[in-house]
């Protein structure tokens, strides 16, 4: 019996849901738009603001389908009406970040050219201070992608841990070389 798949999903206020053919699923916000293709063997049905899934059969794999479209549904509908957000820090002498235009994002992290990235369709990005990074978008999976890669530009490092990390991130620090 799957945990996660039995649950059921609140609809909350001001978004709507539209199952197409093929189990093509449009999920409609205040924060946008999304759009995925589950599998044809996983039922999927709205009933009075709930949204619940349902499988065929006890198979391995239509079991794991089953909590897997559950979970993808839940994060469709919590991005276009929450949203997601991850916020990066930069901890270095000299590092900092800025955006250049609305849909480039520039890094100086410590490299003789500052790294440009651009930032794809359907995210947000804000610098509240030149050492803070927010990502915001609908689409979870972008968001996680996209500060992913801005870490990976400069990784800390465990000596002194410099570079980009997540706010929560724990970095372990190492000791350096002692003097006999």
Aim: no cysteine; charged share 25%.
């Amino acid at each position: 019996m799957s945990r996660i798949g039995n649950q059921s999903i609140k609809v909350p206020a001001g978004v709507s849901l539209n199952i197409d053919a093929n189990n093509h699923v449009i999920v409609k916000g205040p924060l946008g738009e999304l759009s995925f293709t589950f599998n044809n063997n996983i039922g999927i049905k709205v009933e009075n603001d709930e949204i619940s899934v349902t499988r065929p059969n006890d198979s391995l794999r239509i079991k794991a389908l089953h909590g897997t479209t559950r979970a993808l549904l839940n994060n469709m509908v919590i991005g276009v009406s929450e949203g997601y957000t991850k916020i990066l820090d930069i901890k270095g002498v000299g590092y900092r970040a800025q955006l250049k235009d609305p849909k480039t994002l520039v890094l100086n992290v410590g490299y003789s050219n500052p790294v440009e990235m651009e930032i794809p369709e359907g995210l947000t990005i804000d610098i509240p201070k030149n050492t803070e990074v927010h990502v915001k978008g609908a689409n979870k999976q972008m968001v996680g992608e996209f500060a992913a890669n801005i870490r990976k530009v400069r990784q800390p490092e465990p000596y002194l841990g410099k570079g980009i990390r997540y706010r929560d991130e724990h970095v372990r620090r190492k000791e350096g070389k002692t003097a006999k």
